[in-house]
């Protein structure tokens, strides 16, 4: 069991920054691969990024490639998400993932564990 808690989330202008990070409890942090993914209102939860078991591994959704960095910390069971040059489009609830064995990175059946979520909002 892995339980996942995120924070970070809130309200900020076009064009500056938010910095989430998700802790997780229980077994093996280190054997899983960490994702965020997120979920804007009427739409359906979408990839945002992942870093693999190997903590080297990333890929990032096009919409955001070049603007978020994902980084994980095995010692202190964290996955960090630092955003950058955010936009209204931004806007949406995010939620950190873990999958033992994760293949497709954008299916969220991939993912076994899921935490609470925390909500970005974007305004212009």
């Known amino acids: 069991q892995l339980q996942l808690v995120e924070s970070g989330g809130g309200s900020v202008q076009e064009g500056t920054s938010l910095r989430l990070s998700c802790v997780a409890s229980g077994r093996s942090f280190s054997s899983y691969d960490m994702g965020w993914f997120r979920q804007a209102p009427g739409e359906d939860r979408k990839f945002v990024a992942i870093?693999?078991?190997?903590?080297?591994?990333?890929y990032y959704s096009d919409s955001v490639k070049g603007r978020f960095t994902i980084s994980r910390d095995n010692a202190k069971n964290t996955v960090t998400l630092q955003m950058n040059a955010l936009t209204p489009e931004d806007t949406a609830v995010y939620f950190c993932?873990?999958?033992?064995?994760?293949?497709?990175?954008?299916?969220?059946?991939?993912?076994?564990?899921w935490g609470q979520g925390t909500q970005v909002t974007v305004s212009s």
């Open positions: 870093v693999e078991r190997d903590d080297v591994t990333t």
């Open positions: 993932a873990a999958g033992e064995s994760v293949n497709v990175v954008t299916w969220t059946s991939e993912y076994a564990y």
